[in-house]
């Protein structure tokens, strides 16, 4: 079994959200960043659960991104996997990140390729699905369980208005959000181990890029809470119905 | 040439996400000069002509047993062949689980630039941009698509429904439909609740009501209101809530009209969930609780006094007694 792993740097959940060069980029002045929540907690943990129950496993990890991902990289590989593939692309473009992790599918014939659901900054949600379509593979979006029965998997996922429970045989591309699995920290032989484990740094491929980012904006700020005595719920559902006309 | 919208349907009943996508790809489809159409997959029950109103010029159906479930795969290929025949120069998505799961692959397959979550119409004076939300409703992104074909995921609850005159012409689509990869084993539709993706108001309960059994105030509000109820992470860690209510950074993302938010202190990772909801109301009874930063209206004070007299204040505009 081979699984590959995508993996996202985002800044921390509690970062002040700031932009430059004329609101054109991210002010990554002071940012601390992270490994994205989604792919960590759910897809990486989960992808060394089954490592660890089937030790044949092989268990890659890839990111698109710059050489400033590497501490990054050299996180997750301390929570698990064998090793890393970094593409050396500062791209934010969807399907220009997605081609170039496909080359790298395509070249390794992995099994069972993780994502998670979306990243925390962008948020586009978009990578997995694309990824298999260009490998031309099935893909299972938001699964909150998986299961392993020899080629076959059965996973549970997020549908509109309910659940459901797919198999499907691999190679597969599949989504990963809560439920998946537990965060993990990293131990001390993890993160002495994770220092000699491979990080491949490899040049993308030419693809095309569908989209750009023109500026970012903040969103208005809000004028400020309007306190009501805890004696008057009256004067609050007023207010709702009245001022902010939403009742 | 056409903007096509996809119109989501659950048990043989267009979606409410999909009145939204289908009065924003009309008013797209104005802006552009050329006619909004939509298609829907599958068997529906509703009067599909009445989908005019909202703008929509014709409505193409797909209607075989193997559309009524789910798949990606199946559906990507029949949008793909549906935007071909309409000559689609752009093609509108509800950004729900559906769309998520849809969008990207078609992207791939119609080489059609993507951009999901989107907040607003796009400028098309000069270029193609569009503003969607990012860093999890903390920022907006406008993003220009250099594509010939463009594919939009437009959030719930993020374009107001508009309503006019108008009848849709209905068309059968013929279509091969392609051998699904994924079998599905087990469907389980949450029933008779109002979804919290696409609920207008909605009440929401944290760790300050100290357990399960005291759920009836904020379920009561809820029910008087007629909203969907949701709740924070350590509830549906703790099971005191099912995990499908859990809004936050790592579950559900909303942005109703009216969100409640009872006994829920406010952590960064919890408002990155509700922070786009365009009325924030907080009871708290710690006056410092960080959520008040982020409200728009709050009492501080005790949920279980407060909230009951709330309910009543509730049922007596609305004349229910």
């Known amino acids: 079994m081979k699984i590959l792993v995508c993996i996202s740097k985002t800044p921390d959940t509690t970062a002040k959200i700031a932009f430059t060069d004329n609101n054109t980029k991210f002010a990554e002045t002071g940012v601390q960043f992270i490994l994205n929540p989604y792919d960590e907690w759910y897809a990486l943990v989960r992808a060394i659960e089954l490592k660890e129950a089937d030790p044949a496993t092989v268990l890659h990890l890839i990111n698109v991104g710059g050489a400033e991902n590497d501490p990054i990289i050299r996180k997750a590989l301390a929570i698990g996997g064998d090793e890393a593939i970094r593409v050396n692309s500062n791209s934010h473009d969807d399907f220009y990140i997605a081609s170039q992790i496909a080359e790298v599918a395509r070249q390794k014939n992995y099994d069972l390729i993780f994502t998670g659901k979306e990243t925390i900054d962008y948020n586009g949600s978009s990578i997995g699905g694309m990824v298999a379509e260009l490998l031309n593979l099935p893909f299972i979006s938001l699964a909150t369980k998986f299961s392993l029965e020899g080629n076959t998997a059965t996973v549970e996922r997020e549908i509109e208005g309910g659940e459901e429970v797919d198999v499907v045989n691999l190679p597969a591309v599949v989504s990963c959000q809560k439920g998946m699995a537990e965060q993990r920290i990293p131990n001390m032989r993890g993160i002495m181990s994770a220092r000699t484990k491979p990080l491949k740094v490899v040049e993308p491929v030419q693809a095309d890029t569908f989209t750009e980012i023109a500026s970012f904006e903040l969103p208005p700020a809000k004028a400020g809470v309007k306190l009501i005595p805890a004696d008057q719920p009256e004067e609050l559902v007023r207010l709702l119905h009245e001022e902010a006309k939403v009742i | ?321």
């Not at chain 2, 009065?23 to 068997?43: H, M, P």
């Not at chain 2, 029950?45 to 047993?65: F, M, P, R």
Request: charged letters at 20%.
């Open chain 2, 1 to 321: 040439m056409s903007v096509l919208i996809f119109l989501d349907q659950a048990d043989g009943h267009i979606k409410k996400n999909s009145f939204e996508a289908a009065s924003y790809g009309a008013k797209l489809a104005e802006n552009l000069n050329t006619s909004a159409e939509g298609i829907v997959l599958g068997n529906v029950n509703d009067d599909l002509a009445s989908l005019g109103k909202y703008g929509l010029k014709k409505i193409h159906t797909v209607k075989n047993d193997a559309l009524n479930n789910f798949d990606d795969e199946v559906f990507t290929h029949v949008i793909a062949e549906a935007a071909k025949n309409t000559d689609a120069k752009v093609i509108v998505f509800s950004n729900n689980f559906n769309g998520k799961s849809i969008a990207p692959r078609l992207s791939v397959r119609l080489k059609a630039g993507l951009v999901t979550g989107a907040v607003n119409l796009p400028e098309t004076a000069n270029g193609f941009i569009v503003k969607k939300s990012v860093f999890s409703g903390k920022a907006f992104a406008n993003v220009s698509i250099k594509t010939e074909i463009k594919i939009i995921s437009l959030n719930a609850n993020a374009y107001k429904i508009s309503e006019g005159e108008g009848v849709a012409e209905v068309a059968e689509l013929n279509v091969e439909i392609p051998q699904s990869r994924v079998k599905i084993k087990e469907v389980n539709k949450v029933t008779g609740e109002i979804p919290l993706a696409e609920a207008e108001l909605v009440v929401s309960g944290g760790r300050g009501l100290k357990g399960p059994e005291n759920w009836g105030i904020v379920t009561d509000l809820a029910k008087a209101l007629g909203a969907a109820t949701s709740c924070s992470r350590p509830v549906s860690d703790s099971d005191w809530r099912p995990h499908h209510e859990h809004v936050g950074q790592t579950g559900l993302t909303i942005a109703p009209n009216l969100y409640f938010a009872i006994g829920i202190s406010g952590a960064i990772q919890h408002l990155a969930g509700v922070n786009r909801s365009k009325t924030i109301v907080v009871i708290n009874k710690d006056s410092e609780a960080p959520f008040f930063k982020a409200a728009d209206y709050g009492i501080v004070g005790d949920a279980f006094e407060v909230v009951p007299k709330i309910t009543e204040a509730v049922k007596k505009l609305k004349g229910i007694s």
